[in-house]
């Protein structure tokens, strides 16, 4: 009982529930839900991470970012693959240059990867060549103001353009074999949504999990979090006592991102479930692009990527988009 209000129990036991599962109609208790992540969580890491059966160190990117997400991931991954001598785990995390956010939750990814006893290794903005994100966003009214197409963005779609370079950067530093990434649910339908909004194909097919499809040149992602909705992940890291870091990032706000977020909630609000059946759908069309190849169909992908002429990175484009708005960038200073 809680200022008069009746708390249900646990479906599993009879203590008191701290989350209603309203896509399954269930209440689970602190103990019950972490059992219910930690079973998922496994399930899912079994059948994205193949381990080669022949021996052989396998080392594997985890992105983190001091944030719940990540923190639960890497607790997770050390848990079940950490007494394994054929895998080694690695700390990642990518400097932005964001004041007031990025230092102290750099600090709790620091702090968590030493509590773990997992090496943690960072890069930053400049050290891969790139304005610090809040240069990035100083210069973002002349960068609107010379390339049109720059109009409707947000920093974060600058900003997920260079973290992408600087997790590409740490899994070749560490001789990677695979990246960790700590997308929910949450996160993974609105990622689906975006794509279908911006009637994006190929990254559709290109979204993680890669174990089937690696993409060329690059560490396969893996991402076990992704059946399990924000709102678990985030009590199951309180309820396992993770240190993380709970303010949000200064430039967040306005970012399409933001926007799919509610989208989603209000989704889901209406029709339970509904995160679940948009990260199916795309399970369904890459299986669908699986089965046509198989049958001798290869053309099904607009434009297969090539590396860029500039940094080499795989891109569809003539160079690829972080070369493409380091150069906007550039330009905006002087
Ligand atoms: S919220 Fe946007 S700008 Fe801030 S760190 Fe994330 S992607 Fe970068
Ligand atoms: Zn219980
Ligand atoms: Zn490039």
């Known amino acids: 009982m809680a200022d008069g209000i009746q708390v249900p129990n646990c479906d599993r036991c009879d203590k008191p529930s701290v989350l209603f599962q309203r896509y399954s109609g269930r209440s689970l208790c602190n103990k019950h839900l972490i059992d219910s992540v930690h079973k998922r969580f496994a ?7 193949e381990l080669p059966k022949s021996g052989g160190e396998t080392t594997i990117l985890v992105a983190i970012s001091g944030g719940k997400d990540s923190a639960l991931l890497l607790d997770r991954l050390v848990r079940i693959l950490g007494p394994r001598k054929d895998v080694k785990l690695v700390a990642g995390c990518v400097d932005e240059g964001i004041d007031g956010y990025r230092s102290p939750s750099m600090d709790c990814a620091r702090q968590l990867a030493e ?4 090496p943690f290794e960072t890069v930053s903005y400049p ?20 390339h049109s197409e720059t ?5 974060c779609s600058f900003c997920g353009v260079f973290r992408r370079q600087g997790l590409n950067r740490l899994a070749e530093r560490v001789g990677a074999d695979v990246m960790a990434l700590g997308h929910n649910l949450d996160d993974m339908a ?5 794509n279908m909004q911006k009637g994006d194909l190929e990254r559709t097919l290109r979204l993680a999990p890669h174990t ?5 040149g690059l560490a396969p992602r893996i991402v076990p979090m992704r059946w399990i909705p924000e709102q678990e992940v985030h009590a199951s890291a309180m309820a396992l006592g993770l240190s993380f870091f709970h303010d949000e990032c200064p430039h967040a706000p306005g970012a399409l991102r933001q926007r799919n977020r509610e989208l989603v909630s209000r989704l889901e609000e209406d029709v339970p479930g509904s995160r679940h ?4 759908m795309v399970d369904a069309v890459k299986e669908l692009e699986k089965k046509a190849k198989m049958a001798g169909v290869d053309d099904i992908r607009p434009t297969l990527p090539t590396p860029c002429p500039i940094c080499g990175s795989p891109t569809s484009g003539d160079i690829c988009k972080a070369c493409e708005f380091t150069a906007m960038v550039n330009d905006a200073a002087q």
Do not use: S
């Not at 050290?127 to 010379?146: A, H, K, S």
């Not at 109009?151 to 920093?155: H, I, K, Q, S, T």
């Not at 059946?277 to 199916?280: A, D, N, P, S, T």
């Open 43 to 49: 399930k899912e890491l079994r059948k994205q991470l």
């Open 115 to 118: 509590n773990l006893e997992i």
């Open 127 to 146: 050290e891969l060549g790139f304005e610090r994100m809040d240069t990035v966003v100083d210069r973002l009214p002349v960068i609107r103001q010379n």
């Open 151 to 155: 109009r409707g963005m947000a920093p």
């Open 190 to 194: 609105q990622t689906v949504l975006m």
């Open 212 to 216: 089937d499809a690696p993409l060329e």
């Open 277 to 280: 059946g948009l990260v199916h």
